[in-house]
């Protein structure tokens, strides 16, 4: 059950990546993200954001990776990080429920609530 789980985290973990990829590559999908305010490709210093997001993103891999021993790469992660992921997708989905934006509204409150979902059940 904990790899079908990690599948799951992992490949919207994946999307999440690429979508914020293409935003540092200058995709028009400012309505998608932040907020909503952004018609069209976000403004420089909010890619910067996006590149700060996609580390984050990939460190989160890592360690949903370590957890489960998926690739047995043995990064030996505090279990604390687990209680940051889940406090990390808990924010995710109140921002992308707050969201003033219906575009991001509809495409990430799923999302980071099947996110969040996971995370608990492969952290608690």
Sequence with gaps: MALLITI??????????????GLVAGRP???WTMGGYNKGALPYRLRIGAVTSILMLILIGLV???????????LDFPNWYGLGIIAFNILGVI???ITR???ERKLWQPITTVMLIC???LFI
């Design 119 to 121: 995370s608990l059940l």
């Design 95 to 97: 921002a992308n429920t």
């Design 29 to 31: 999908w400012g309505e």
């Design 8 to 21: 799951i985290y992992l490949s919207l973990l994946l999307f999440t990546i690429l979508f914020q990829i």
């Design 64 to 74: 949903i990776i370590d957890k489960i021993n998926l690739f047995e790469i043995n």
């Design 101 to 103: 934006s219906q575009k």
